[in-house]
C-alpha cells in the first residue's frame, strides 16, 4: 500500500509561481516512475508530467518551458515547479505513482490562476 499527500496548490495571478509536493508513505520502496496529472473542470484528466528514479522526465507539451518535476535523493517525494502560470492551468493536481505496475493517487490539489 501507498499513500500519496500533495501540497501547495493556492491561488496565484497569471504569471507567478507555485511550487506543489507530494509525499509518499507506507510501501514505498521501489515506486517508479512519480508524477503529476491534473484536471480541470469539464475537461478529463491528462498528463502533467513524470519523473524516474534515475532522472529521466516527461512533460505535456502545454507545460514544457514553464514547469520542472523533480523528485528528493529519497525518491519518496516529489516536487512540481510551475512558472510562468497562465489561466488555462486552473486544475486539481493529482500525484500519481507506479508501484510494480500498480498505480496510486493522491487527494488532488486545487491550483487557480486568476487575477
Known amino acids: 500500500q501507498v499513500q500519496l499527500m500533495e501540497s501547495g496548490g493556492g491561488l496565484v495571478q497569471p504569471g507567478g509561481s507555485l511550487r506543489l509536493s507530494c509525499a509518499a508513505s507506507g510501501s514505498i520502496i521501489n515506486i517508479n516512475p512519480m508524477g503529476w496529472y491534473r484536471q480541470a473542470p469539464g475537461k478529463q484528466r491528462e498528463l502533467v508530467a513524470t519523473?524516474?528514479?534515475?532522472?529521466?522526465?516527461n512533460y505535456a507539451d502545454s507545460v514544457k518551458g514553464r514547469f520542472t518535476i523533480s523528485r528528493d535523493t529519497a525518491k519518496v517525494t516529489v516536487h512540481l515547479q510551475m512558472n510562468s502560470l497562465k489561466p488555462e492551468d486552473t486544475a486539481v493536481y493529482y500525484c500519481?505513482?507506479?508501484?510494480?505496475?500498480?498505480?496510486?493517487w493522491g487527494q488532488g490539489t486545487q491550483v487557480t490562476v486568476s487575477s
Open positions: 500519481n505513482a507506479n508501484k510494480y505496475g500498480v498505480i496510486y
Open positions: 519523473i524516474t528514479s534515475s532522472g529521466r522526465t
